[in-house]
C-alpha cells in the first residue's frame, strides 16, 4: 500500500435533507467534532440516489461514499430509503463482483437526532479507509477540489 | 423434447401461415420475425406489413436478436416472434409499461438452443463462408466443410446463455408454435468466465476488467441492442452535467458500463445480447450473469417471468437487506 503519512482520505457523504443532514447539523452545532475528511452533499431523499452518484464519486478518486438516510419508517416520503436500500444492495454487492472493496460505500441510517452516531460513523468509515488504502481503481484521479485548491481559482 | 429438422420446419410452417392470417385479418399492423440473412448461417429481423413476406420468415439455430428491442420503437399493433429469452425481456417491457399487453401477439417458439457460429468457426478453424453446413440432429451438431465431416456436442457450440437457459419455452404467449422444449441444463458449463473470475483475488478482477475496457470505444452497441435500454436520453448522452468523457478512455468505458449494468438490474434477463454484439468482444456476459445472480440471491427476483410483478427497484420490503446498513 502506498500510503505515506500525509495520506488522508477523502470521503464523500450523500445525505439526505431530512434526518442525516440535520443530524451532521446537529453535530455542528453541539461542538461534537468529526473527522474533517468527509465532504457532503445534501440530496432529497436516500431514494434519490442513484447508483451514478456513487460511482462517479469513485471514478473522480474519492476513496469512499457515505449514504445516510432517515431509520425505516421515518422517512419523508415514506417509502424512499427502501427503495434506496434495495438499489444499494445491488450497487455494493456487484461492485464488489467486480474487485471494488465494499467496506468503500457505506449506507446508514442517522436520525435528525443522531449527531453521536453521525460521528461514530464517518470515524469508523475513516478508519476503515485509512486501512483500504488510496481510491486507485479508476487511476486515482484527483478530484475537482483539489485541482481547483492548486490553481487558486 | 429432443431437437429434429423436421420438427423445426413444421414449426416455420406454421409460424407463416399464422403470420399471414394475422395480417389478412388485420389483428395485427405488423410482424416482427427472422429472415435469411446475407451471411451464411445467420439471420436478420424482418419486421413487415407485407403479406407476401411471411413466407421469408425463418425459424433455424441461428435466430439470435432479441427482437423485443423493436417493441418501444414500433407503432400499432405488433405480432413478435419470441424464443423463452426474448418472452421474459417482453415481459419485462410490459412490466415497465413501454408496451400494452394487449398491443401485442406473441408467437412463441419453443427454443431447443441456438448455435454460437463464432465457436463453430474456432472449432473446425475456418471462416463462417467456408463452412458449407452446420445442422443438427438430437444432441449431435454436425458441420460440413467440403468433404469433410465433424461433429460437436451441444456445449461445445452452443451459446452460453442457452446452455444455462431456465425458460426455453416462452412462458406468455398467444400462439405456442410447438410443443414445448426443457432447458438443456449445462449452467456448470456456461459459467466459464464467472467462475474464473470468482477465483481471483479482488484486485486481479479489477485488473482484469481494466484490461478488457482499454480496447472498448464506447460504440454503445451493447446499449442499443439492449431491450432494457430504451431510455430516450441515456445518462451518457447527458452534458449538464457530463457524467463521461465523449472520447474512449479505461476509467470512463468502465464506468459506463458498471452504471448500464445496474440501470438495467432487474430487467436484464442475461440474454446474453449484448456480448454477441460487442465488436471488440468484451465478456460482458460475466457481468450480467453476475447481476443476475445478486439480484436472485438479495431479493429471489426474477426478471420477465410475470407480468404481474412489480419491477424489482420499484417495490420494496420492509425487512430485507438489513445487514447492508451499519
Redesign the interface.
Known sequence: MTQDSEWEPRLLGLLCKWCSYAGADLAGTGRKKYPANIRIIKVPCSGRID??LI??AL?LGFDGVLVSGCH??DCHYQ?GN??A?????????????????PRRL????VSASESGKFVE?VSDLVKDLKEIGPNE???G?KQPDAEKAKTGS | MSYSAAKNSQMQKKLRQEAKALLEQGKVDCIIGYEPGSLKHATTPLITKDKAATERLVINPFIVNNLSNFLPYTKGRIGIVAKGCDSRSIVSLIQDNKVKREDLFILGVPCSGLIDVSKVEALVGKYRDEIDDISRQGDIITVKVGAAKKEFSLSQVMFDNCLACELPTPAEYDVLLGEPTSPIGAAAESAGKLDE??A?T????????QNEFRRCTRCYACRNVCPACYCKRC?VDETEPQ?LAPMPQ???N??FQ??R???V??RCTDCGECERTCPVNIPLRA?TR??YD??DE??EFKSGMDTKTQP???????D??ED???
Open positions: 447508483p451514478l460511482v462517479k471514478r425505516p419508517g417509502t427502501y427503495r436500500r434495495r438499489r444499494l444492495a445491488i450497487t455494493r454487492k456487484f461492485l464488489e463482483g467486480m474487485g471494488v472493496d457505506r449506507a446508514t441510517w460513523v481503481l479508476f487511476g484521479k | 473470475l470468482k481471483m479482488a484486485a486481479q478482477r479489477w485488473a482484469f476488467w445518462f457524467w479505461e476509467p470512463d468502465l464506468m458498471i452504471i449494468n445496474l440501470h438490474s432487474g457481468l453476475d447481476m445478486i439480484v438479495l431479493f424489482l427497484l420499484t417495490a420494496y420490503e420492509v430485507e437487506a447492508l446498513v451499519k
